[in-house]
């Protein structure tokens, strides 16, 4: 119930290409969704979140779309750029006060030029 | 935006020594702070959250007399790994709430040899 599961573990893309990343909770105690992206010896910097009130969320090339009734939300890229090749976690939180982000287990995006 | 700042970014020491790593909110307070560990090619695992002036809340398995975490004032939390063995080798993340987001260090890469 506490899970969040991130699919696909990895994903080739051709520049120009969208990249799509899946994932699915079972909670709906869940009140935030966010993505994010590290690169190799960084901590991970936010991309993009969205609450379950809203179905999309789009900032520049990303866009989250978020499905309540099948309880899963995508991250998807546009026109996907080698600068873009990092791992990306879903992620979620408990609607309670305090409390810590549940990661997915990661799907590491590869842009190839 | 909210900036955490991690130090060190690496460290190396030898086995049996005791190592601190700093987190601090540069320009926020942080009531709670979420201290995270991740291996290799792997998502982030909580260790334990802290909240300013009370005792950390460890995740089971994590040994709280190893993992000493102070969060003293609302700007800083540390992590002191005590007795550190080759197995605590890792990459440690901490992670600054505040209001409904989430902000994360740059990380510090340990290595006991």
């Known amino acids: 119930q506490q899970q969040v599961k991130q699919s696909p573990q990895s994903l080739i893309v051709q520049k120009g290409g969208i990249s799509i990343i899946n994932c699915a909770y079972e909670?709906?105690?869940?009140?935030?969704f966010p993505w994010y992206q590290q690169f190799p010896g960084k901590g991970p910097a936010l991309l993009i979140a969205?609450?379950?009130?809203?179905s999309e969320k789009k900032e520049g090339r990303f866009t989250i779309s978020f499905n309540k009734s099948a309880k899963q939300f995508s991250l998807h890229i546009m026109d996907s750029q080698p600068g873009d090749s990092a791992t990306y976690f879903c992620?979620?939180?408990?609607?309670?006060?305090?409390?810590?982000?549940?990661f997915g287990k990661g799907t590491t995006l590869s842009v190839s030029s | 935006g909210a900036v955490v700042s991690q130090h060190p970014s690496w460290v190396i020491c030898k086995s049996g020594t005791s190592v601190k790593i700093e987190c601090r909110s540069l320009d926020f307070q942080a009531t709670t702070m979420f201290w995270y560990r991740q291996f290799p090619k792997q998502s982030l695992m909580l260790m334990a959250t802290s909240n300013e002036g009370s005792k950390a809340t460890y995740e089971q398995g994590v040994e709280k007399d190893k993992f000493l975490i102070n969060h003293a004032s609302l700007t800083l939390s540390t992590l002191t790994v005590t007795s550190a063995h080759p197995e605590d080798s890792s990459f440690y993340i901490c992670s600054a709430s505040e209001g409904n987001g989430y902000t994360f260090g740059s990380g510090t890469r340990l290595t006991v040899v």
């Open positions: 969205i609450r379950p009130d809203v």
């Open positions: 909670n709906t105690a869940f009140d935030y």
């Open positions: 992620a979620a939180r408990l609607n309670q006060a305090g409390t810590a982000l549940i």
